[in-house]
T-cell receptor, first 114, second 117 residues
């Protein structure tokens, strides 16, 4: 699986949009971009994923650049409950992939400030 | 719907003792896995299973054993506990690894916090 690079920490004012960047310059054509978050010491929680098109769900939006070498997770109106570590992960997502491992880096610690 | 259930939530062991961390899911998921998380680090894969009777090693398998006799259960066994195995352990499951059919998302349990003295 491709390696990702994320800033170690970011701050965001409550109510503002939080934009979390991720670099994955070695991503291959069959690898998806996944985002998870971990609130305090709880189990990680799935947020969103995408292959090459921008995606939106009830939690967030995912913007993937045209060359797919980077992406941005957008939390449109951050709340205090969004304070967490956010992980950007790229992985193959088809059967017979030969690798069923999610590689978690250290992620970005997002602090939402009142 | 309970999701992924891990037991126990907390455990203290002495060096050399053995124990089993239990993981059960009620979502009929094919894929199950165990991760460990150490302070300041991301999660590292220990073992995983793509179906009943099928298991394989992840990034850090030494000192751990797994089996998958049913779809629902995926226990993690510590054979002879060492202080280096002090960690938080997470079990995760997924309906399928294939993102094209569904999201391919992993559902995580709440974690089991293990201390080895």
């Amino acid at each position: 699986d491709a390696k990702t690079t994320q800033p170690p920490s970011m701050d965001c004012a409550e109510g503002r949009a939080a934009n979390l960047p991720c670099n994955h310059s070695t991503i291959s054509g069959n690898e998806y971009v996944y985002w998870y978050r971990q609130i305090h010491s709880q189990g990680p929680q799935y947020i969103i994923h995408g292959l090459k098109n921008n995606e939106t769900n009830e939690m967030a939006s995912l913007i993937i650049t045209e060359d797919r070498k980077s992406s941005t997770l957008i939390l449109p109106h951050a709340t205090l409950r969004d304070t967490a570590v956010y992980y950007c992960i790229v992985r193959v997502a088809h059967s017979g992939a030969g690798s069923y491992q999610l590689t978690f880096g250290k992620g970005t610690k997002l602090s939402v400030i009142p | 719907n309970a999701g992924v259930t891990q037991t126990p939530k907390f455990q203290v062991l002495k060096t050399g003792q053995s124990m089993t961390l239990q993981c059960a899911q009620d979502m009929n998921h094919e894929y199950m896995s165990w991760y460990r998380q150490d302070p300041g680090m991301g999660l590292r894969l220990i073992h995983y299973s793509v179906g009943a009777g099928i298991t394989d090693q992840g990034e850090v398998p030494n000192g751990y054993n797994v089996s998958r006799s049913t779809t629902e259960d995926f226990p993690l066994r510590l054979l002879s506990a060492a202080p280096s195995q002090t960690s938080v352990y997470f079990c995760a499951s997924s309906y399928s690894w294939v993102a094209g059919i569904n999201t391919g998302e992993l559902f995580f349990g709440e974690g089991s916090r293990l201390t080895v003295l």
